[in-house]
């Protein structure tokens, strides 16, 4: 590959973790073609962008951004497939249902919420990773909880205190 051909590749990397919240790092191989078409249509279905990149590449890429991805570079190891997305435990879900089946993808690690997460038993933790819709959906039922409350305690009151006053009124 010419050095041209590299710093294309690299700059697109950078642009795809620029443009991409979080990202996971898996080992794929062993899986043949069939598996890995597979794998490609679950990661399209829920809108993860996967690539297989050369590990120095990616190292190239990860040190001309801003910030410090050296955790991840002991995972740049093997063959390594690129999991983008912008809802954090997505890749997570992803993997953990493939790999039921095919005991592969491997999660390697994961930069998530700008937190790095090592190894394949964190793949449990970023499964279980709220997304900011999930958390926001938390926040409103939370907060519209009291509200129903009362109307329901107010509307069965209302109901109570109506057949009082009718069973008076019948006296």
Do not use: W
């Not at 590990?55 to 093997?78: C, I, Q, R, V």
Request: aromatic content about 6%; hydrophobic content about 35%; overall charge neutral.
């Amino acid at each position: 590959m010419k050095k041209e051909e590299k710093g294309i590749i690299i700059s697109q990397l950078k642009e795809a973790i620029s443009e991409y919240s979080h990202f996971y790092l898996t080992e794929t191989s062993g899986l043949n073609a069939e598996q890995t078409s597979d794998l490609r249509r679950a990661c399209f279905k829920a809108d993860v962008k996967m690539v297989v990149v050369k590990n120095k590449l990616m190292k190239h890429a990860l040190e001309s951004l801003e910030g410090d991805f050296t955790p991840l570079f002991d995972s740049l190891k093997d063959n390594t497939a690129i999991m983008f997305c912008n809802t954090g435990n997505t890749p997570a879900k992803v993997i953990k249902e493939f790999a039921k089946k095919n005991k592969k993808p491997v999660l390697k690690s994961a930069y998530v919420e700008e937190s790095f997460y090592l190894g394949e038993d964190q793949l449990e933790t970023l499964c279980n990773i709220k997304s900011k819709n999930e958390l926001i959906g938390d926040v409103i039922g939370l907060l519209q909880s009291p509200a129903k409350n009362v109307i329901s305690a107010l509307q069965s009151s209302a109901s109570t205190i109506h057949g009082l006053l009718q069973t008076l009124s019948e006296r």
